[in-house]
């Protein structure tokens, strides 16, 4: 089982060693190894969301997910992405983009350093909003009762998710917009970038997870009897489509710390696309690993670490936009969640199980 998962990572990191080692020399080798393991320790969390929505799917888009999925994880997030962002923050066409990153490579990682708060904004609160749709809907299981419990209650108000992350995003805003006006009108145009960035995390997240559940809905309408078998059949291939489509973005709003954390590493694209390439297949394995191993069922409050875990990463991008933060604090922090939750789901076990 364990081979059958993985086999595909194993091949790509032996694919991607080889390839780096062509590109620039064996020491090459050591940097695309460092950007595996740091893709992997920041997107453990990932895996485990991702495994929570994955189950829904049948095993054909289960193979679309490591197969599809893969290709728009490193070819889209991982090397196109960084260009991307180049390209439109500093308003050049795609291939002086592509040129600036292979021949001036300090320039291009100044470039991609600017675009940070757009970025951060866009992908915090993306995930603030899967934190707060998480911690105040009623939930059987409970971890942190304590809190769980009050924040239940809460979540009882119509649209208060919403209503949160917006209040979030303008303290954030208004904040980047008093170091704007001590710096000067450059950092007031990224003040507005900021709030029209999170307004575009929190309008794609309204609309992706809102469209797979309108999807899921209509199809467990057609199970109940409601209307015929064809078009029940069209309505799980539109809800799959949806679902696939919110983890894609799902990745991708993970993925942003993990792009410009490379950047400590090295500022070489390619040496940056082949070491996440690798861990972003590892965290795609596993996640398929979790999803059939049982795991999430298996100890319960796995989803809940990980969910908090997301809210904490949220918090850290929505901080970097004015302040640094290293990313060895952002993977101890996402680690330690999750293992948490992980020596609590142990412990439930023991105790149900005497």
């Keep these: 089982m364990l081979w059958k998962t993985f086999r595909w990572a194993f091949a790509v990191t032996a694919v991607g060693l080889v390839g780096g080692v062509l590109y620039d020399g064996w020491a090459a080798l050591g940097i695309v190894a460092v950007l595996a393991v740091l893709e992997i320790s920041l997107s453990f969390d990932n895996a485990v969301i991702n495994a929570g929505i994955l189950k829904k799917l049948n095993a054909f888009w289960q193979r679309i997910f490591l197969t599809v999925g893969i290709l728009i994880a490193v070819f889209g997030m991982r090397l196109l992405f960084p260009v991307v962002i180049v390209s439109v923050s500093a308003r050049l066409a795609p291939q002086e983009a592509v040129h600036l990153a292979l021949t001036d490579k300090e320039r291009y990682q100044e470039l991609v350093t600017d675009a940070h708060p757009s970025i951060a904004a866009f992908g915090g609160m993306f995930l603030l909003m899967i934190f707060l749709d998480f911690v105040l809907e009623d939930r059987e299981t409970k971890w942190l009762g304590r809190v769980e419990r009050p924040l239940a209650r809460l979540g009882r108000i119509d649209m208060l998710s919403v ?192």
């Excluded at 309204?206 to 109940?224: D, I, K, Q, Y």
């Excluded at 796995?302 to 901080?319: C, D, N, R, S």
């Design 163 to 354: 209503c949160v992350a917006l209040v979030v995003l303008l303290v954030t805003s208004m904040t980047f917009a008093t170091q704007a006006h001590q710096h000067g009108g450059h950092h007031a145009d990224k003040a507005q970038t900021v709030l029209v960035s999170g307004v575009a995390g929190l309008v794609t997240y309204l609309v992706v997870h809102g469209l797979s559940g309108f999807f899921e809905a209509r199809l467990a309408g057609e199970r109940s009897g409601e209307a015929s078998g064809r078009s029940g059949v069209a309505l799980a291939g539109r809800a799959a489509l949806f679902t696939f489509l919110y983890l894609e973005v799902l990745d991708a709003s993970f993925s942003f710390d993990g792009v410009i954390g490379a950047f400590a590493v090295t500022n070489d694209i390619v040496l940056m696309a082949l070491g996440l390439g690798i861990g972003a297949m590892y965290v795609r394995s596993l996640t398929v690993y979790l999803v059939r191993q049982g795991t999430l069922d298996d100890y319960v409050y796995l989803e809940h670490g990980a969910h908090y875990a997301i809210g904490a990463l949220a918090a850290v991008l929505l901080v970097s936009i004015r302040y640094e933060v290293n990313d060895i604090v952002t993977g101890l922090i996402g680690v330690t969640l999750i293992g948490a939750a992980f020596w609590s789901s142990v412990r439930l076990n023991r105790a149900t199980a005497g």
